[in-house]
């Protein structure tokens, strides 16, 4: 009871502090338009204050794969399979129980799609035996946590990115990586997801995080690529120009120098009127 006691003061504490700097800021610069409505809603800052500018990503790190099959050789994965990426802290609040159920039904359609799960965390046992117990030991392969230098391979090796998060998506640097290394992205329709993948198309949104949602998609959209590898070709380039455009440092930097030399001007404005 003490310990709670003590959690839900320092909670209170920490809020009374945040919503006071909050409020004595010029400008607060936030990824998404999901986390400034929840700034907006939570602390009751003035709507001007609150500046988008989404986070960027190194076009030069994070490409399109020139060699897809040396890169699945030297990582051990298999050359015959769609494989699914997901990258993600192994909590419950992304969703990944949910993919391993979707991997269970698509397995009942078809054994050639592979999920390979990057990252590490509580539940890591759980999914294992979830994965065991589901019977797809040979469908879904995971590699733990992934060095930075490795994560550029896992993306170019990829056909697929998932994110399946319930609750609490901030913004997502791992999709943008993944669109800037040509790779398509289905996602759930939470949080600052759905904003990023506003530029590649509502099809490539789950309508929900139930599994029976994510499989009937991933099964749809591989379907339609089967049939037509020359739209995944047309896809995947009109991933990583959604990047350049939208995600890129220059971009991002563009966007903070623009909100500095206005913040500045303000101020100076501000202080004329106060005679200072």
């Not at 789950?206 to 995944?232: E, H, Q």
Request: proline letters at 4%; glycine letters at 8%.
């Amino acid at each position: 009871m003490k310990d709670w006691v003590s959690y839900r003061l320092q909670l209170f504490g920490r809020k009374l502090a945040e919503k006071a700097l909050l409020g004595k800021s010029n400008c607060i610069i936030v990824l998404s338009e999901y986390t400034r409505e929840k700034i907006l809603r939570e602390y009751g800052i003035s709507e001007s204050k609150a500046e988008i500018i989404p986070g960027a990503v190194s076009l030069t790190r994070f490409r399109v794969s020139e060699n897809k099959s040396a890169i699945r050789s030297r990582l051990g994965i298999p050359e015959n399979y769609f494989v699914l990426l997901t990258i993600r802290n192994l909590v419950s609040r992304m969703g990944l129980e949910n993919l391993i159920l979707a991997l269970k039904l698509t397995a009942e359609k078809r054994k050639d799609i592979l999920l390979t799960v990057g990252g590490e965390g509580p539940l890591a046992e759980k999914l294992q035996d979830m994965a065991r117990d589901a019977g797809l030991d040979d469908l879904v392969r995971f590699a733990g946590f992934i060095p930075e230098e490795e994560l550029p391979s896992y993306y170019q090796m990829a056909d697929l990115f998932v994110l399946p998060t319930k609750e609490l998506e901030g913004f997502g640097m791992v999709t943008v990586e993944a669109l800037a290394s040509g790779l398509p992205v289905l996602g759930t329709p939470v949080g600052g997801t759905k904003e990023i993948l506003s530029h590649l198309g509502p099809e490539f949104l789950f309508t929900d995080s139930n599994p029976v949602s994510m499989a009937d998609l991933i099964l749809k959209i591989i379907k339609r690529w089967d049939g037509d590898p020359k739209d995944y070709n047309e896809i995947s380039q009109n991933c990583r120009n959604i990047a350049e455009r939208y995600y890129s440092w220059e971009a991002h930097i563009d966007r903070l120098e623009d909100l500095f030399h206005r913040t500045a001007s303000s101020a100076r404005g501000e202080r004329k009127l106060l005679g200072l």
